[in-house]
């Protein structure tokens, strides 16, 4: 087909059509690629097939099968060897409110069902007024939810903060520490990089002191050393200490997180930026900011979920967080019975596992729905 | 180098006797090294000036002091009347006026074509949205490319890259307009899309500096050609005696070096 005649190739003609190619992703074909392809990975299939085959049945068996699921402590004290549900059917309003006064419940579920209902709908992308539903529920939300739990406006009787707890705790003190961490971590950050040299050094100075510490550590001094510095007749409420430690100190975190996203946004970008006359502020908050938090989103959820988990920390200060409630449930007399420590422990780490994972999802499709082509 | 379709009489340009810009003695140092030695350079209004020199010479540290993103540190800058001092509101009020195009784009790649030529106009000069977007639309339109509007700079070409960012800096009505290689970085096929919108601009009057090494569009558009070595102005002149008849040897030398090929 091809004439060579004078020096050039002319391809004279249409080539015909050829086969495609066998399909090669079939179930079998599949299997064939990844379980199967070479003699280590064969070996590697088997082995850890035998790992699950000798773990998974036990673990279903003592969880749901052989578990149980009615009956409330006697049952459970007449098959001790598998998961005792009805601990957790008895107890999951402790579990949930703490202690909370009975009759005054209904506040924590209007908070509850107003915190799940801003978080469903901001996860649909195209719903209108979407800008305002995220506003309300970052600045006003907070605040109303605060008035509604302690009370002492509009009638509402005062519910001191020491009789929150249970999951509710655990939520109020995560998601204050994730509301205040991440700007004051990006204020951090931003200082860090400053060029102003007082800036730098405070800012520097803050994050070191923050991240060089446990966070035990800043929980007892927020317990017990910061009302030494207090005079006598001021009382702050140990909850708020706590939440107030918790989020410095992921905010310190959090700005190292955020200047790793900043050094990764080139010079031009800044170029640009200030070539079209966009002040400071504006440069970082139009240009500068969207990407590099855009670059660092799974640093922050990583950064949010440890915070989540942190939480459980409050229970050395006395604070009865979810993980709190549970053990101290566990010590309770009529439910003494060898299967019940496991099953609340197994319960937390799922309510834990959940959350998290809800997390981690959750800024996956917030990383694919903001990937615009190809960097530049 | 692409040569440009090359229409005879185009310097003849109106210039007029206006200077918008007024450099004088003026010195840049980077640490110990002195990159820009007591430059002297006036612009009048409607001019087209090609830079030219070897790399390392300082050009676009030279066109990048007059908005600013470098300092000078002695000497002084005169923009249409505004001296550029530490003061920030002279800083901005400068680059309000100026516009600058640079050799890598440098356009915002989390933001669309639209909200990249808007966003300065919208944030900057306060216009609303919609009379913003009449106006970026406008200059997709000059620029040939009205149809890329709502695609992410990342899912252009190089060349219709850089011919929004041309745009995103006249969406400003800037006074003058800075280029630094706008060329440079591009594909041979692509450059001439580029140049082509550059002399639009150029017979449209407005007052251009150009770093380049493009000498077609220096002999089609530039009323002067200036060429730096060493931090230092060596040699400007109409692009006619530029060419033909170069005076310094060092001058010499460097149009024999990039005409070779
Ligand atoms: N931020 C900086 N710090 C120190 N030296 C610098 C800096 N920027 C540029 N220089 C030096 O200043 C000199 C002039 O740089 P400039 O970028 O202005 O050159 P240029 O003429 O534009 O060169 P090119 O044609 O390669 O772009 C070079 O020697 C360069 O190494
Ligand atoms: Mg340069």
Known sequence: MNTFSTGSIVNAGDLPDKPAPIRTDGPIAWLRD??????????????????????????????????????????????????????????????????????????????????????????????????????????????????????????????????????????????????????????????????????????????????????????????????????????????????????????????????????????????????????????????????????????????????????????????????????????????????????????????????????????????????????? | MSEVASTSGAPSLAVSDEVVIRIADMDKWYGQFHVLKSIDLEVRRGERIVICGPSGSGKSTLIRCINRLEEHQSGSINVDGIELTDDLKNIDAIRREVGMVFQHFNLFPHLTVLENCTLAPIWVKKMPKNEAEEVAMKYLERVRIPEQASKFPGQLSGGQQQRVAIARSLCMNPKIMLFDEPTSALDPEMIKEVLDVMIELAREGMTMICVTHEMGFAKTVANRVIFMDAGQIIEQNEPGAFFDNPQSERTQLFLSQILAH
């Open chain 1, 34 to 376: 990844n379980l199967f392809s070479s003699r280590t990975n064969t070996i590697l299939t088997l082995v850890a097939l035998a790992i699950v085959l000798y773990a998974v049945p036990p673990a279903l068996n003592w969880l749901v099968v052989k578990a149980n699921w009615s009956g409330g402590a006697e049952a459970c004290r007449a098959n001790p060897g598998a998961a005792c549900w009805p601990f957790i059917t008895a107890r999951w309003e402790q579990f949930l409110y703490g202690f909370y006064p009975q009759a005054e419940r209904w506040r924590v579920n209007i908070v509850l069902y107003v915190l799940l209902g801003g978080i469903f709908l901001l996860a649909f992308e195209k719903m209108p007024l979407r800008k305002w539903v995220g506003l309300l529920m970052l600045i006003p939300f907070p605040i109303v939810s605060y008035f509604m739990l302690y009370g002492g406006v509009f009638g509402l009787p005062v519910v001191e903060t020491s009789r929150w707890g249970g999951f509710m705790l655990t939520l109020v003190i995560a998601l204050s520490g994730i509301v205040a961490s991440l700007p004051l971590g990006i204020v951090l950050a931003l200082g860090r990089r400053s060029t102003m040299p007082i800036m730098r050094l405070v800012c520097t100075l803050f994050i070191e002191f923050w991240r060089g510490i446990p966070l035990v550590a800043v929980l007892f001094m927020a317990s017990v050393m910061f009302p030494l510095f207090l005079p006598p007749d001021v009382t702050f409420d140990q909850l708020l200490r706590a939440v107030i430690g918790v989020a410095l100190f992921a905010s310190a975190y959090m700005a190292e997180v955020v200047r790793g996203g900043l050094q990764a946004i080139p010079k031009g970008q800044y170029e640009g930026a200030m070539a079209l006359g966009l002040p400071y502020w504006k440069m970082m908050r139009l240009i500068v900011l969207p990407q590099a938090l855009k670059i660092v989103i799974p640093g922050i959820v990583n950064t949010f979920i440890g915070l989540f988990k942190d939480t459980t920390l409050v229970l050395i200060i006395g604070l009865l967080d979810l993980l709190g409630i549970v053990q101290s449930s566990i010590n309770d007399p009529n439910w003494s019975i060898q299967s019940v420590p496991y099953t609340g422990y197994v319960f937390v780490a799922l309510v834990f596992w959940v959350c998290c994972y809800a997390m981690a999802l959750y800024s996956r499709h917030i990383e694919e729905k903001l990937h615009t082509g190809h960097k530049r």
